[in-house]
């Protein structure tokens, strides 16, 4: 089965730091990727995908990827970080249902990044 | 201005109560789903929708149902048989294309449900 394993729960880190989110997924076939950000209370914005081409995504935010194949790793990284980025993140993959030409969503269990003055 | 609306944004059920989130979106897509959310855990699908009456169960369907009577509409009910329905719930939609759904799934703003 598919699966994605975000390796932190927590992440702190100071203003204007870089900072990385891990996220490793499982899956026999070609995979499209997703990282999403969710602020308190609120819906789920996409950041970024990765459908295919290039390795390095970039998206919003100042924020970008890279997929990587043969480690099935899809890292989020942002070179400095502003207290506004204070947010949970989710890393999903996208997989095809076998019957009737649905797909899903698998999403880790989220990363918290806390950005402290 | 397009989107995805749910109401309410908080919902308190009493025991032994069926209770009905509503999920409505202008954007035209064709799919529709409903997530449910809780803490360290990510989202998990409960139902899907394609089209117009059809949905499918998804991963945690036990304790809800849903209709697709319209294709702005997917109302989610949380039936007095959910024994947990503590959560925050989240509706998406994406739109379907010739080669199926599309890959971008769009989020609603959440109703968060608290048993009384």
């Known amino acids: 089965a598919q699966s994605v394993t975000q390796l932190d729960s927590q992440v702190p880190v100071f203003e204007e730091a870089p900072v990385e989110l891990r996220c490793n997924y499982s899956?026999?076939?070609?995979?499209?990727l997703f990282w999403y950000v969710q602020y308190p209370n609120q819906g789920l914005q996409l950041l970024l995908k990765?459908?295919?081409?290039?390795?390095l995504v970039k998206g919003i935010n100042g924020f970008e990827a890279e997929f990587n194949k043969s480690q099935t790793s899809f890292h989020l990284r942002k070179p400095s970080v502003h207290i506004s980025d204070t947010a949970e993140y989710f890393c999903?993959?996208?997989?095809?249902?076998?019957?009737?030409?649905?797909?899903?969503?698998?999403f880790g269990a989220g990363t918290r990044l806390a950005v402290h003055p | 201005d397009g989107g995805i609306t749910q109401s309410p944004k908080y919902l308190f059920r009493k025991e032994g109560q069926n209770v009905t989130l509503s999920c409505e979106q202008n954007?035209?897509?064709?799919?529709m789903y409903w997530y449910r959310q809780d803490p360290g855990q990510g989202l998990r699908l409960i139902y899907y929708?394609?089209?117009?009456?059809?949905?499918q169960k998804g991963d945690i369907a036990e304790g809800y149902s849903v209709s697709r009577e319209k294709k702005e509409s997917f109302p989610l009910t949380v039936t007095s048989a959910q024994k947990n329905p503590t959560a925050f719930y989240l509706c998406?939609?994406?739109?379907?294309?010739?080669?199926?759904?599309?890959?971008?799934?769009?989020f609603g703003p959440g109703t968060r449900l608290l048993v009384l």
């Open positions: 998406a939609s994406t739109p379907v294309g010739l080669a199926g759904p599309q890959e971008t799934q769009y």
């Open positions: 899956s026999s076939v070609s995979v499209y």
């Open positions: 990765y459908l295919s081409g290039s390795t």
């Open positions: 999903a993959v996208r997989v095809q249902i076998p019957a009737g030409g649905y797909n899903k969503l698998i």
């Open positions: 954007l035209n897509h064709d799919a």
């Open positions: 929708s394609q089209i117009v009456n059809d949905f």
